[in-house]
């Protein structure tokens, strides 16, 4: 069984914009965490997909990433470096809430590791039903398609099917239903590791984006006859995707 992508984060160097930004865009419920903690829970009250969190960079650098559940953490920080990769964050522990830790990949794009947890009787388990935008689709492109396919299959057991674009593998994590799928590949010039958000009209939401203080970096771009994508760079600057699948 692989690792599932469980959770999503966006921050930057002052949060309050992107908890503006992500809520006037997308219709989610922001909580922030009390105790004078720089971090808003995202609810995206989707119904589906993935919840996740806005907070406050403590050097200055924006980031966007999503979260891959493991057991024990350790021994897949010591296993990512082995691949080529590096430990960002040592692990964290919040007691009672989350144990989390973070790495780069060889490319150097984050990606964050949280502690499998036994869930908490009457706690919701992800995003609750309502109009909001879901996130449920993660995406990793590096520089080099095959070392970038090595690294996520070596550390998380995930399986790739090929059909896509030529360096471009749809990832099944392999985790019995639980969290999110996505895909893995090579970018050209790009260079992220990123969710993207299901939306009714990818133009539309280009649009939003940039009437809010988002950059659009593509799109609307035709994956098929019934998909489309597109991304946008959000006032921090972090890469943030958009697509929307109709009908057959």
Same mark, same amino acid.
């Given at each position: 069984?692989?690792?599932?992508?469980?959770?999503?984060?966006?921050? *930057?160097? @002052?949060?309050?914009?992107?908890?503006?930004? %992500?809520?006037?865009?997308?219709?989610?419920?922001?909580?922030?965490?009390?105790?004078?903690?720089?971090?808003? !829970?995202?609810? #995206?009250?989707?119904?589906?997909? =993935?919840?996740?969190?806005? *907070?406050?960079?403590?050097?200055?650098?924006?980031?966007?990433?999503? %979260?891959? &559940?493991? +057991?024990?953490?350790?021994?897949? !920080?010591?296993?990512?470096?082995?691949? *080529?990769?590096?430990?960002?964050?040592?692990?964290?522990?919040?007691?009672?809430?989350?144990?989390?830790?973070?790495?780069?990949?060889? +490319?150097? !794009?984050?990606?964050?590791?949280?502690?499998? &947890?036994?869930? $908490?009787?009457? =706690?919701? $388990?992800?995003?609750?039903?309502?109009?909001?935008?879901?996130? +449920?689709?993660?995406?990793?492109?590096?520089?080099?398609?095959?070392?970038?396919?090595?690294?996520? #299959?070596?550390?998380?057991?995930?399986?790739?099917? +090929?059909?896509?674009?030529?360096?471009?593998?749809?990832?099944?994590?392999?985790?019995?239903?639980?969290?999110?799928?996505?895909?893995?590949?090579? *970018?050209?010039?790009?260079?992220?590791?990123?969710?993207?958000?299901?939306?009714? @009209?990818?133009? $539309?939401?280009?649009?939003?984006?940039?009437?809010?203080?988002?950059?659009?970096?593509?799109?609307?771009?035709?994956?098929?006859?019934?998909?489309?994508?597109?991304?946008?760079? @959000?006032?921090?600057?972090?890469?943030?995707? =958009? %697509?929307?699948?109709?009908?057959?």
């Amino acid at each position: 069984m692989g690792n599932p992508v469980v959770h999503f984060e966006i921050g *930057g160097p @002052d949060d309050e914009p992107l908890v503006r930004f %992500y809520g006037a865009l997308f219709g989610w419920d922001l909580k922030k965490v009390p105790g004078g903690i720089y971090y808003t !829970l995202v609810d #995206t009250r989707a119904g589906g997909g =993935v919840n996740g969190g806005i *907070g406050k960079s403590s050097t200055g650098e924006p980031w966007a990433t999503f %979260y891959v &559940e493991a +057991d024990d953490l350790q021994p897949v !920080l010591d296993k990512a470096e082995s691949l *080529g990769g590096k430990t960002a964050m040592p692990i964290v522990e919040v007691p009672g809430m989350v144990t989390f830790a973070m790495f780069t990949d060889p +490319d150097g !794009l984050l990606v964050g590791l949280v502690k499998r &947890e036994e869930p $908490q009787e009457g =706690v919701a $388990q992800g995003p609750s039903a309502g109009d909001g935008a879901a996130v +449920d689709w993660f995406e990793v492109l590096g520089s080099d398609a095959a070392r970038t396919r090595a690294f996520y #299959t070596g550390l998380f057991g995930w399986k790739l099917n +090929d059909s896509g674009f030529p360096g471009y593998g749809l990832v099944d994590t392999d985790a019995a239903g639980r969290g999110i799928q996505g895909g893995v590949g090579a *970018g050209g010039d790009s260079r992220w590791a990123t969710v993207y958000a299901s939306v009714p @009209d990818v133009e $539309q939401a280009l649009v939003r984006a940039a009437q809010l203080g988002g950059t659009r970096l593509y799109g609307p771009n035709a994956v098929d006859d019934h998909t489309q994508t597109g991304a946008f760079r @959000d006032p921090a600057g972090n890469v943030f995707g =958009v %697509y929307h699948h109709g009908e057959h």
